[in-house]
Structure formats: C-alpha cells, structure tokens
C-alpha cells in the first residue's frame, strides 16, 4: 500500500516540524567551541611537554569543526527517517491521533539516539585533543616520532589490541607525517592520530630520535 501525494505532502510537513526540534544549528557556536578548546588542550600540553609555544592549525580545526557537526547532523536525520517510518505505518494502518502520538512519542524517547550523540562528542573531544597534540610536535622541529598509548581492559577493541602490537611502544613509533595503519575485522583503519574508532580512548604520544 502506497500513501496518496497529500499525504506524503502533509507527513514530509509534520517530520520536517517536528526534526525542527532536534536542529543542531543553534547549538553550532557551542560544538565548535567545546571542539576548539580540546584542540587547544592539545596544543598546551605539547607546549608544557616541550617547553615552547605553538599556534593552532586553523586548517585542522575547521576541519574538526565541520566533521563533528555533520557526524552529529547525521544522526538528527536518523531521527527524521525514523520519525517517517513510524508516520507512514501509522497511517496506512489507519490508526488514530492517539496512535500516531504514541509512534512519535516512542522514537524521541529511545535512547539510542542521545546515545549516539553522547558517543560522537566522546570521541571527538579524544581527537581533537591528540590532533592538537600532533599539531604542536609537528611545529617543535624536534626530531619526533610518534606511538600510541592504548588503554587495556575488559573493554578494549580489537582494534586497539591490534594497534598496541603495532605501535604501542617507544620503540615501534613511526614518523609525525605517516598513518598509523591497523588492519582488524577484515577493516583496515588509517589515521594521522587516534580515535580509530568510536569511543576509542586511545592517546598519541611522541619520543625523541636520534638523527
């Protein structure tokens, strides 16, 4: 069964009414500056670590900026898909106000959706903070090389095992400007600096070589 033109008008005008409620816009001036402190976090750290002052990459951070908005974005349009779904089962199955309020009321009340929110500012807060940090051992001069410093427990990803066995050690660190490259769950994963996935809490460090 096939809903008629007016009705599809009239349930693209409802989702579109109630998405508005979940439009990330106003809020952009806070992601953005939520994101640019943790950057900036990065970047103090490698000053403290290394005795100097740097200037943050604008290109990294506009990058960052634009990346977490539509990561987020992305997940306000499932709720509008879903949204969608629920209205048009409800109307071809002829049910009621009530009804249809109950679909509606039930998706903006399943969590998976704050959820997922919840995960993409973890996780970006992580990468902001470790690009900042590259940001900063990029800008020292130093004869650096980088590694990463996986935390391992019951909840650890295989991929983050995998990354420790390639690079979680002084001795394994590769140059500033490589990726670090982990292949897990038939996935190969490439990144100047971590996360390498969500909710990863993986941290980029450096040691100094010689030559």
Request: contains cysteine; aromatic residues 8%.
């Amino acid at each position: 069964m096939t809903l008629a033109p007016e009705v599809k008008n009239i349930l693209d005008w409802i989702v579109e009414k109630l998405i508005a409620v979940v439009n990330l816009e106003p809020f952009r001036q806070k992601i953005s500056r939520y994101i640019n402190q943790e950057y900036m976090r990065g970047i103090e750290e490698a000053e403290v670590k290394f005795e100097m002052n740097f200037i943050p990459n604008n290109e990294d951070v506009s990058f960052l900026d634009n990346y977490v908005f539509d990561t987020m974005k992305q997940h306000t349009d499932a709720i509008g898909e879903s949204l969608r779904g629920e209205l048009q089962r409800g109307l071809m199955n002829k049910e009621n106000v009530a009804q249809l309020k109950k679909r509606i009321k039930d998706v903006f009340k399943d969590k998976k959706f704050t959820d997922r929110l919840k995960t993409v500012m973890r996780t970006e807060k992580l990468r902001a903070n470790n690009y900042g940090s590259l940001a900063g051992a990029i800008q020292s001069g130093l004869p650096l090389k980088k590694y990463v410093d996986i935390v391992r427990d019951d909840v650890t990803s295989k991929i983050c095992l995998e990354e420790n066995k390639e690079y979680g050690k002084e001795s394994q660190a590769i140059s500033l400007d490589k990726e670090f490259v982990v292949r897990a769950d038939n996935k190969t994963i490439r990144a100047q600096a971590p996360p390498f996935h969500p909710n990863c809490r993986t941290v980029i460090r450096f040691v100094e070589v010689e030559g």
